[in-house]
């Protein structure tokens, strides 16, 4: 299972990052802001993506927004 976490605080992000891991035994990638992520999602696959809402350069909703209108061009 690929798990993507998306979250520009720091502390929060790992919590989370050991949460996932622990739980699923996840492969899990981390980035800080909506736009890495956006960029991660078009490398790879993800099975989960646990965002946060405000973020540099990219907020959440937007990122989620993008990556569902990219999956919808490239099925």
Avoid: W
């Avoid at 720091?10 to 989370?16: K, L, N, S």
């Avoid at 891991?21 to 956006?38: I, M, P």
């Amino acid at each position: 299972m690929k798990v993507l976490i998306v979250e520009d605080e720091i502390e929060v992000a790992q919590i989370v990052r050991e949460l996932v891991e622990k739980a699923f035994g996840a492969q899990v990638t981390v980035h800080d802001n909506g736009l890495d992520g956006f960029i991660a999602c078009q490398k790879t696959k993800y099975n989960l993506i646990i965002t946060d809402h405000e973020m540099p350069f990219m907020k959440g909703a937007a990122m989620v927004v993008a990556i569902r209108t990219r999956e919808s061009l490239n099925p």
